[in-house]
């Protein structure tokens, strides 16, 4: 039962990662500032780190193997699917993020 609520929780902080990598990517091309584009950026990397690091340990729980370190994260595909958090379409992200220099 503990596994399927780690499996359960793991699914769902890779939709959420999923969704950031979507937002902070659309949003480093609304606005006109390379900072402010470089920032979006990087965040949108960070995502993915998060979402690699956390497809392996899905993979490891489903496959029987226990939790991961964090090394055998590294080069592992992430997974796909789930809930969101982050704006999505056109007129939810024109609200979030204006193209304004800073």
């Known amino acids: 039962m503990a596994i399927d609520i780690a ?3 793991l ?36 995502e993915q780190d998060h979402q690699r690091m956390l497809t392996a340990q899905l993979r490891s729980l489903e496959s029987g193997k226990g939790w991961s370190k964090f090394s055998e994260t590294e080069n592992v595909e992430p997974v796909t699917g ?9 007129p939810e992200i024109d609200k979030a993020v204006k193209p304004v220099s800073c």
């Open 7 to 9: 499996l359960e929780a």
């Open 11 to 46: 699914k769902q902080a890779l939709s959420l990662e999923r969704e950031g990598i979507r937002f902070y990517k659309e949003a480093s091309e609304r606005v006109r500032d390379a900072g402010v584009q470089k920032m979006f950026l990087a965040l949108a990397g960070d």
């Open 82 to 90: 789930a809930p969101t958090l982050f704006p999505k379409g056109k």
